[in-house]
């Protein structure tokens, strides 16, 4: 027994708060069905991003994955980071390489723009990203990519960011892509949606939720309402999660 235990490959998720971790289940079912009996995950539940040391001295830390409200915080204790993790400034992969050194990547990018671009058969050429917070950082690097224009629906008003009150027919409309980066409307407070004028929506718009819990919110109810594609989060953390495997495997 301790010769199995100590010939396998951990990996696991970093964060605050995770015992409703995505990832665990994901990668726990991923390790039974491809038979890989020699790899475990498991969440590493931090009360503050000091705690991170210990879990890298661990043995056979072989992976991990880096959710809220570490993705940024985290970026101090790696050597170097993939070119898109730099410029997002976050990171939710970490990478150990043989040569001791560990590497911080990002693939929330990744999974964002394939599982968007699977229900899209041409780029909208504006959009509205609801939050600004380290999620909505995935979309905005994916909008440019993509060359969609592209704002923020916030409580405060700024560069490149609109007030919700300020929101009114002309402006969903010019958008036809909505993009829910907030917290607003995930499980348990399922009720909730973030305050839009979702009557001036039409067939022509997509929105998308990166909530997966519900798999459909109260935002993604309204616009299949109204005709709208939608798309929850499920297939973003899907994609973003093989990806993270194909970078611990490289």
Known sequence: MESKKSNTKRYGLIGRNIAYSFSRGYFKQKFETENLYYCSYENFDLKQIEELTKV???????????????????????????????????????????????????TDVYGFEKSLLEIISKCPKKALII???????????VMEKLKIKFSHISRREGINSINYSAIDEII??????IINASPVGTFPEIEKAPELPYQFLTQDHILYDLIYNPSETRFLSEGRKRG???????????????????IWNQ
Request: proline content about 2%; aromatic content about 8%; hydrophobic content about 30%.
């Open 56 to 106: 890298f001295s661990q043995k056979n830390i072989c992976g991990l994955n880096v959710t809220t409200p570490y993705k940024r915080e985290v970026l101090h204790f790696l050597d170097h980071l993939s070119p898109t993790a730099k410029k997002m400034d976050a990171v939710n992969t970490i990478k150990f390489h043989e040569d001791g050194s560990i590497s911080g990547h990002n």
């Open 228 to 246: 709208c594609k939608i798309l929850n989060g499920q297939k973003m953390l899907e994609y973003q999660a093989e990806k993270s495997w194909d």
């Open 131 to 141: 939050g600004t917070g380290g999620a909505s950082s995935a979309v905005a690097y």
């Open 172 to 177: 969903i409309k010019e958008h036809q892509l």
